[in-house]
C-alpha cells in the first residue's frame, strides 16, 4: 500500500504562485511513476504533469506548459507541483497520483491522495 499526502494548496491572485507537494509513505518502490491531476466543479479530473522519477523525465499537459514545473526529492519520497502565472482557469482541486494503470495522463492510477484545493481569483 501507498500512503500520498498532498499539500500547499490555498488562494492567490492571478498572476500568482503557488507550489504543492505529496509525500508518498508505505510500499514507495510502486512510486516511479507519479502525477499531478485536477478537478474543477462540474469538470472530469485531467492530467496537469508526471514523472518517471527513476529516470527523471516529465510530462506535461499543454494548459501548462511552460508555468507549471514538476519536481522530486527522491530522498523524502515527495513530489512538488512549482505553478506560476496562475489564473482563474487553474482553480480546481489538485490530486497526487501514483502507479498508473494505463498512459500517464489518463486518470487511471492505483493511488491517489486526498487532494488539496487551489483557488486562483481575478
Known amino acids: 500500500q501507498v500512503q500520498l499526502v498532498e499539500s500547499g494548496g490555498g488562494s492567490v491572485q492571478a498572476g500568482g504562485s503557488l507550489r504543492l507537494s505529496c509525500a508518498a509513505s508505505?510500499?514507495?518502490?510502486?512510486?516511479?511513476?507519479m502525477a499531478w491531476f485536477r478537478q474543477a466543479p462540474g469538470k472530469e479530473r485531467e492530467a496537469v504533469a508526471g514523472?518517471?522519477?527513476?529516470?527523471?523525465?516529465?510530462f506535461y499537459a499543454d494548459s501548462v506548459k511552460g508555468r507549471f514545473t514538476i519536481s522530486q526529492d527522491n530522498a523524502k519520497n515527495t513530489i512538488f507541483l512549482q505553478m506560476n502565472s496562475l489564473n482563474t482557469e487553474d482553480t480546481a482541486m489538485y490530486y497526487c497520483?501514483?502507479?498508473?494503470?494505463?498512459?500517464?495522463?489518463?486518470?487511471?492510477?492505483?493511488?491517489w491522495g486526498q487532494g488539496t484545493q487551489v483557488t486562483v481569483s481575478s
Open positions: 497520483a501514483a502507479e498508473p494503470l494505463r498512459m500517464w495522463w489518463q486518470p487511471l492510477y492505483k493511488y
Open positions: 514523472c518517471n522519477r527513476g529516470i527523471g523525465s516529465t
Open positions: 508505505g510500499y514507495t518502490s510502486s512510486t516511479t511513476y
